[in-house]
RNA sequence: GGUCCCAUCGUCUAACGGUUAGGACACUGCCCUUUCACGGCAGCGAUACGGGUUCGAAUCCCGUUGGGAUCACCA
């Protein structure tokens, strides 16, 4: 059997962590069991639903990573809505009913306020000939519920969260479809996955419940079971739920300069008990990923792991991969010289400048006049080659006695106006031979 | 309020009745002739609380506390 797993965003806003890492889960359990991802856009949403957040879905999954294979999307669908409701009307598994919006959310309040589970009571069920006609003679059009097999135990072996038990009596029949004949989500999510042959529904466990209920409709359709995992949610640093979690996409992600590894390397192993780690492929991601490993417990989601992960992987990328983000001009042999200080691909620009100018020469101290004074006279007899910092250094060091930082910071600071950066034995031949010596002569 | 899930180092977690409670990240120290980084070595650091059961409990049971999810004509 091949494996189909499908990522099913509604398109009414931007993609964020919480997405972003079902996604990743669906894509590398896919790609691990040599299956096929779909990208399913759930938009039967048709009020919030715009084709722009669609857009801004596919191209943060296209900028993380995750190809998709197929893409559908419900609206395109309504026709096998349409036949498949018909079947399941005929064989009573749907029936009408008449409350207003209002009138459910109040009896959900007094249910609520006296201690109970606020389930739907049914009673369109028990609505006389009479009465129906009577609303309909008032011009009251039905919505449409999916009645739930009371007697009919629900049950599955969550692949994360293990046997699953769900009393029918304490689920409310979902309404599927509004007076206005528009779907709601429950059951066009069924059909499709039965008709696209999904076979693994892995989500976050807020569908828990849902899954409950569209069992039912899966046996009601006549459909196999697809497997069904549940991962527990994500939460913010402070340890809740947060807002800004919620809000956290890839835009931001984007403009912080991370990596999409980056975000992929935290995102697949967070809750996880494999070790989190910085990588540059997703390979060794698909490889370890196993549901086996993931726990039932939130997790916290640290954007400072992430930047931590980030410089991790900027500092092995190798120059091929990041030269096309590179300022015009920084070659290899200064990518390989400032990469290890950089945060971000974009900190290199910053680097690049100090090495190509223009430069502004720092205050010198004092008592350092004299040594970079000798430091000039030295450079500008030495051979200037691969190993010119080494042997300017030597020479310093025999004249002056220098060591440690009082020989190697003034220099430092001369030549690139800073008191920290990357190795200056590789530094110093990027400046070059004039430069380094207009610099020195400057200090 | 009902139902469900969860509780181990700062963080993510391992352990499925008997371990000096393990690992990863972070942190601290030392080494790698300045800084930053990498690498190596070492160190710090946890079973939420209270009762049981048992020769023996992180592990099983009950309770408390705390956290998460859900109970929509959202998805």
């Keep these: 059997m091949t494996v ?10 931007h993609l964020h962590v919480g997405n972003i890492r079902a996604a990743l889960h669906n894509w590398l359990f896919a790609r691990l069991s040599g299956g096929q991802f779909l990208l399913r856009l759930d938009d039967t949403d048709l009020e919030r639903s ?29 026709a096998l809505y349409e036949a498949r409701f018909a079947a399941l009307r005929a064989s009573g598994h749907v029936y009408p009913a008449y409350e207003t919006a209002q009138e459910l959310d109040l009896r959900r309040k007094i249910l609520l306020g006296r201690g109970l589970p606020p389930v739907y009571d049914r009673a369109a069920l028990s609505l006389t000939p009479e009465q129906i006609a009577a609303h309909e003679a008032e011009g009251r059009t039905p919505h449409w519920r999916f009645k739930l097999d009371h007697d009919q135990p629900i049950a599955w072996t969550d692949l994360i969260r293990g046997d699953q038990r769900f009393d029918p009596k304490l689920l409310s029949d979902p ?60 939460t913010g640093s402070e340890g ?5 979690l919620g809000s956290l996409g890839v835009a931001h992600f984007r403009e912080a300069g991370l990596e999409p590894m980056a975000i992929a390397s935290l995102l697949a192993r967070l809750g996880s008990s494999m070790p989190i780690e910085p990588f540059d492929l997703m390979q060794p991601l698909i ?45 290899e042999a200064a990518w390989d010289a400032i ?38 006279r030295i450079l500008s007899d030495a051979l200037f080659d691969a190993g010119v910092w080494r042997s300017l250094t030597d020479a310093l060091k025999a004249e002056t006695g220098r060591k440690g930082k009082t020989l190697f910071l003034p220099l430092r600071r001369a030549l690139t106006g800073r008191d920290h950066g990357p190795d200056m034995a590789q530094m110093l031949p990027l400046i070059g031979r004039d430069e380094a010596l207009t610099r020195l002569n400057r200090a």
């Design 240 to 244: 809740k739920l947060s807002k800004r």
């Design 50 to 78: 715009r084709p722009e957040y669609a857009d801004s879905i596919r191209a943060d999954l296209r900028w993380l990573g995750l190809d998709w294979g197929a893409e559908e999307k419900q609206s395109d669908r309504f």
């Design 175 to 234: 309404v599927i479809r509004r007076a206005d004949g528009s779907w709601l989500y429950m059951l066009p999510s069924v059909i499709d996955d039965i008709d696209m042959g999904v076979t693994h529904v892995l989500r976050g466990e807020d569908h828990v419940s849902n899954t409950a209920t569209q069992i039912q409709m899966f046996i009601a359709l006549g459909a196999p079971l697809p497997a069904f995992a549940h991962e527990a949610l994500l």
């Design 339 to 376: 990469r290890p200080n950089l945060e971000t691909v974009a900190g290199a620009a910053d680097w690049w400048r100090v090495v190509t100018g223009p430069f502004e020469a720092p205050p010198v101290a004092e008592e350092d006049r004299d040594f970079l004074t000798l430091a000039h």
């Design 287 to 331: 490889d370890s990923f196993d549901f086996a490993h993931f726990g039932r417990a939130p997790a916290r989601f640290d954007e400072t792991e992430l930047a931590t992960l980030n410089q991790k992987i900027v500092h092995m990328l190798p120059y091929a991969a990041v030269a096309d983000r590179l300022p015009q001009g920084m070659d």
């Design 4 to 13: 189909i797993t499908r990522f099913a965003p509604s398109p009414t806003g």
